[in-house]
């Protein structure tokens, strides 16, 4: 298995809803990453996970919460979002968090806030 | 703050022809980079790397130019194919873990 999936593909929800975000991957990868994108912009980097453990949180506002259950599992819940998160949330994974490899995308999810 | 950047926002090429995508970037401390497609309701997919030790790449039908000296990095896409519109995006690995991606540029395939 050498792909990293994302569930759900899209999501509409209200600023007062609680939701989450799955992505998981099977290749035995230990550093997973959050991104954030809006449209014709690139990918912005949110939060990292090493070996389970947060290494990076790019001063995400605290309405985003990761969670990583284990090294195949990321979660990204959401409470009290604004119309302005709107946006594509990409999950990615590489092998560590080394510099040098390789990141894994998955599709992403397809959030809209109302 | 550092920041990597794109000259090109869109790009149209004849079928078969070759491309070039440039990149420049402004942290002169960043020792890796990275070239990612994007196809339209996809994630970035990676195409080929380079680290600062080297100036030139080659993959399979991809070339990436690295002149550290005006800090420019380049994609060349050889006999450019209608399976080669997407977005690319340059990007830098300019410390632990994190990666900074450019601005994109819109590659089309013009048959």
């Known amino acids: 298995d050498t792909e990293v999936t994302q569930t759900p593909k899209h999501l509409v929800m209200g600023m007062t809803n609680k939701k989450s975000l799955k992505c998981e991957q099977h290749m035995g990868h230990r550093a997973m990453y959050w991104y954030k994108q809006k449209a014709k912009k690139p990918p912005e980097l949110m939060f990292v996970y090493s070996y389970e453990k947060l290494s990076i949180n790019e001063s995400v506002p605290s309405r985003f919460s990761p969670e990583c259950p284990n090294s195949s599992l990321l979660n990204l819940h959401l409470h009290a979002l604004q119309p302005e998160d709107s946006a594509l949330y990409l999950c990615?994974?590489?092998?560590?968090?080394?510099?040098?490899?390789?990141?894994?995308f998955g599709p992403g999810t397809r959030l809209t806030v109302l | 703050g550092e920041s990597v950047g794109l000259h090109l926002p869109t790009l149209s090429v004849q079928e078969g022809d070759n491309s070039i995508i440039n990149c420049a970037y402004s942290?002169?401390?960043?020792?890796?980079f990275i070239w990612y497609k994007q196809e339209s309701g996809k994630g970035p997919q990676f195409i080929i790397d380079i680290r600062s030790n080297m100036d030139k790449r080659q993959g399979q039908r991809v070339t990436v130019l690295l002149n550290k000296t005006v800090k420019h990095l380049s994609l060349q896409i050889a006999a450019t194919q209608p399976g080669d519109s997407a977005v690319y995006f340059c990007a830098e690995n300019g410390g632990y873990q994190k990666v900074t991606f450019g601005t994109g540029t819109k590659l089309q395939v013009i048959p």
């Open positions: 990615a994974s590489a092998l560590s968090g080394g510099p040098y490899n390789e990141q894994f």
């Open positions: 942290n002169s401390a960043s020792d890796y």
